[in-house]
């Protein structure tokens, strides 16, 4: 599987945006997929991740209800809809699949993205 993110940008605190990762392969569907971010000087960090059924799981003090994650099992894309951002989101944004969720719950990823910057001024 090989993962394109896009998306990114530069927003005004308050805005939002919206992150595509494009997955190749026709084994899309058997990942978890999940978004992570690192912000400069930070650790990676988890943001969300979806199962092929729809089910998601957040990092709830990271996104505290303002992000959405959604999947396209038939155009293989996973998306990260980002609402009233803020500065502290600025971040480079990762898509990354796991081949379980067990395996995402340890942090093991299989294939990642090559990250797209999402900058929110102040």
């Known amino acids: 599987v090989q993962l394109q993110a896009s998306g990114g940008g530069l927003v005004q605190a308050g805005g939002s945006l919206r992150v595509t990762c494009a997955a190749s392969g026709r084994t899309f569907g058997n990942y978890v997929m999940s978004w992570l971010r690192q912000a400069p000087g930070k650790e990676r960090e988890f943001v969300a991740a979806i199962a092929w059924g729809g089910s998601t799981t957040y990092n709830v003090d990271a996104v505290k209800g303002r992000f959405t994650i959604s999947r396209d099992n038939v155009r293989n894309t996973v998306s990260l809809q980002m609402n009233s951002l803020q500065p502290e989101d600025t971040a480079v944004y990762y898509c990354?699949?796991?081949?379980?969720?067990?395996?995402?719950?340890?942090?093991?990823?299989?294939?990642w993205g090559q990250g797209t910057q999402v900058t929110v001024s102040s």
């Open positions: 990354a699949a796991a081949r379980s969720e067990n395996r995402r719950r340890l942090g093991i990823y299989d294939y």
